[in-house]
C-alpha cells in the first residue's frame, strides 16, 4: 500500500477494485478514501494552509491535483486567495468574488507522505465496512446463525460469522459447554448495536428463543405455523420447559414435537449439550396450564390471585420435592412458562394458612366492630376479609347472612364505615407527625394509609414525590418460590414504595404527574421571538470543489 500513491493509474484502479472486492464495500468509496489520502499528502507537501483538492477518474485511473483560490481585492490569505490580475492568468473571464482552481503538477510523494495516506485509506475502509456490517445485521435479530469459533477472551467466545464477527458472553453461553477455537458453533442473534469501535453482534445460546428457533428448524408444523410454542423458560444447560399449542384439531402438538422415537426432540437435546425439555400442552385456561406446567408433579389445588398476579398450588405431602424440583428448579420454570409467581405448599400448609387467616380476620372483625366471635366467624366464613368490603357491600347481600336481617346489615355498616374513618383519622394523625405536608393529601389515589408509608420512606414533600419513577412507587415486590415459612428474605424483591396496594400503571402515572403539577406553575412565559435579521447576500462565483475539467 505503501506504494499506492506514486503507482501508476493502471495500478491505483487495480488497488481500489480489490479492497472493494475483499471488503466488499461500493468502489466509490475507496476511490473517495484514496483521493482523501492524495489530498492531505499534499497538503503536507504544499502547505497544511492551501486548499487542494484530489480527483482519481475511476474509469481512466487519470489522477489530478488542484488548488481552489478566491479572487479578491486586498489579499489577506496568501494560501486561499489571489488578486484580479493573477486571477485572470489563471482564468481570463474571472472576477472578484470568482472561485477558481489552480491545477497542481503530481507530486512524488516519499515513504513518511505514503504511510500516511496509508493510514487514511485503512480508515475510510475500515468505517465503510462497520456500516456494511451494521446495515446487514441489524435487521436479523431473532435469526440462528452458524459460525466459527476465532477466539476465546476472558470466558467469551468471538465467533467468525464469515463478513462480521459476534461474541457470545459468559452469562450466554451454556453452562459447562468447552468450545475451543475452529469449532462450528450455532447461535441466536441476540442484538445488534452500533458502536464507537464498530458493529457489536451479541449472541446467545443460553436464551429461550434459542430452543424456540431450533424446534422451529426440526419441526415443520412449527415453521408452518400449524403449531406455536405460545411460552418457553430455561434453566440453560440443565433443563428447559416449552408451552406449545396445535390450530389443527388433528395434529398433537406434543407428539409433533417429540417426533418419531424422540427423533426431533433429540436433535434440539443435543444442540443445547443434552439440556432436559419438557414439552407440555398450552392452555387458555390459567389454572390448566399451571397444572400442566409443574409436571410430573401431581397438583390437588389452584388458588389464583389475579390482582398479585400469583398462584398458590396445593399438592400432596409426597409430591412437594417433586413441584419444587432440585434448587426450585421446576417450580422456577413453571413460573416463568406462566408469568406468574408461583407458591407451593402442602395440604397442611395450606390448612394451617386458611386457619391462621380466618383467626386474624376474625379478630379483626371483633375489634373494629365491636361484635363477639360468633358472628365476627360467621362474617368470615362468608367471605367477607376487609372491613371496606362490610361497609360498601350491598346491604341485601349483608341481610340474606342466615340469622342476619336488614336492621343488623346497616348496624354492621355503620359500625364499618366508623371503623374506617377511625383508621383514617389515625393515619392522619401518624402521618402528620411525620412531617408528610398536607399538599400530598391531595394528589388522587393516596389514602392516608398510603401516605404513612410514603412518609416512612423519607416522601415527605411534593418534590419527593415527584423525582420518584413511576416504576419505583408502584412495583409490585417479588419473591422466591419456595414454600411460605421458609422463603428467603434474600430472594425478595422490594418493589416499589406502595407496591404493596396493586396500584395500576395508570394510577400511578396520575400520581407523578400530580406531584410534578406545581413544577410548571410559576414558568415565565415565553420570550417573543426577535425579529429576524436580514439574510446574508450569496456570494457569486464557481464552485470551490469543481473539477477543473468542467
Not at 91 to 115: C, E, N, S, T, W
Not at 318 to 342: E, K, Y
Not at 396 to 421: K, T, V, Y
Request: with cysteine; net charge negative.
Amino acid at each position: 500500500m505503501a506504494t499506492a500513491i506514486s503507482a501508476n493509474k493502471a495500478e491505483l484502479l487495480a488497488i481500489a477494485n480489490s479492497v472493494a472486492s475483499e471488503k466488499m464495500i461500493d468502489k466509490a468509496i475507496v476511490i473517495e478514501a484514496i483521493e482523501e489520502a492524495i489530498q492531505r499528502a499534499a497538503r503536507a507537501r504544499y502547505g497544511a494552509e492551501n486548499d487542494i483538492r484530489a480527483k482519481l477518474d475511476p474509469q481512466t485511473g487519470d489522477l489530478r491535483l488542484w488548488r481552489v483560490v478566491e479572487v479578491v481585492e486586498q489579499v489577506e490569505d496568501y494560501f486561499k486567495q489571489v488578486d484580479l490580475a493573477a486571477g485572470q492568468k489563471l482564468q481570463k473571464d474571472a472576477k472578484i468574488g470568482d472561485f477558481i482552481v489552480d491545477p497542481l503538477p503530481a507530486v512524488d510523494l516519499g515513504r513518511i507522505d505514503a504511510q500516511s495516506a496509508k493510514q487514511v485509506i485503512f480508515q475510510k475502509v475500515r468505517e465503510a465496512d462497520r456500516e456494511r456490517q451494521y446495515a446487514e445485521f441489524k435487521d436479523r435479530a431473532g435469526e440462528i446463525i452458524t459460525g466459527v469459533v476465532k477466539s476465546v477472551e476472558f470466558g467469551h467466545i468471538v465467533v467468525n460469522l464469515g463478513r462480521a464477527e459476534g461474541v457470545i458472553r459468559r452469562d450466554q453461553q451454556i453452562p459447562r459447554e468447552l468450545m475451543r477455537v475452529g469449532d462450528r458453533v450455532r447461535a441466536l442473534i441476540l442484538s445488534v448495536r452500533s458502536e464507537t469501535r464498530g458493529p457489536q453482534i451479541f449472541l446467545s445460546r443460553a436464551h429461550p428463543d434459542f430452543m424456540k428457533k431450533l424446534f422451529a428448524q426440526e419441526v415443520p408444523e412449527i415453521y408452518d405455523g400449524i403449531i406455536e410454542i405460545k411460552a418457553a423458560a430455561r434453566d440453560p444447560g440443565s433443563r428447559a420447559k416449552i408451552g406449545v399449542i396445535s390450530y389443527d384439531g388433528s395434529i398433537d402438538p406434543v407428539g409433533a414435537c417429540v417426533g418419531m422415537k424422540g427423533s426431533r426432540v433429540q436433535a434440539v437435546v443435543q444442540e443445547m449439550q443434552g439440556e432436559k425439555i419438557d414439552i407440555i400442552p398450552w392452555s387458555e385456561d390459567t389454572a390448566t396450564f399451571v397444572v400442566n406446567a409443574l409436571q410430573p408433579a401431581t397438583v390437588q389445588r389452584v388458588v389464583i390471585d389475579e390482582d398479585d398476579s400469583r398462584i398458590e398450588v396445593v399438592v400432596p405431602d409426597d409430591q412437594l420435592s417433586l413441584a419444587i424440583g432440585r434448587r426450585g428448579q421446576n417450580v422456577r420454570l413453571a413460573s416463568q412458562l406462566t408469568g406468574s409467581q408461583i407458591d407451593i405448599m402442602t395440604e397442611a400448609d395450606a390448612s394451617e394458612k386458611r386457619q391462621r387467616e380466618f383467626v386474624e380476620r376474625s379478630t379483626m372483625f371483633q375489634e373494629e366492630l365491636d361484635v363477639d366471635e360468633t358472628l365476627a366467624q360467621l362474617l368470615v366464613a362468608e367471605g367477607f376479609g376487609e372491613l371496606e368490603e362490610v361497609a360498601y357491600v350491598g346491604i341485601d347481600e349483608l341481610a340474606s347472612i342466615e340469622g342476619f336481617d336488614e336492621e343488623l346489615a346497616q348496624e354492621l355498616q355503620s359500625r364499618a364505615a366508623e371503623g374506617l374513618e377511625r383508621r383514617e383519622e389515625a393515619s392522619r394523625q401518624e402521618r402528620r407527625e411525620l412531617g408528610v405536608e398536607d399538599a400530598l393529601a391531595d394528589i388522587p389515589h393516596l389514602t392516608e394509609a398510603m401516605l404513612v408509608v410514603l412518609g416512612k420512606a423519607g416522601i415527605k414533600t411534593l418534590d419527593d414525590l415527584a423525582d420518584l419513577a413511576t416504576d419505583e412507587l408502584i412495583a409490585k415486590k417479588r419473591q422466591d418460590n419456595r414454600r411460605g415459612p421458609a422463603r428467603s428474605e434474600r430472594a425478595e424483591d422490594k418493589g416499589g414504595v406502595l407496591g404493596e396496594y396493586g396500584l395500576s400503571e395508570e394510577q400511578g402515572n396520575e400520581i407523578i404527574m400530580a406531584a410534578r403539577a406545581h413544577w410548571f406553575d410559576d414558568e415565565p412565559e415565553a420570550a417573543a421571538p426577535a425579529e429576524a435579521e436580514p439574510a446574508a447576500e450569496p456570494q457569486t462565483g464557481e464552485a470551490a470543489d469543481a473539477d477543473p475539467a468542467q
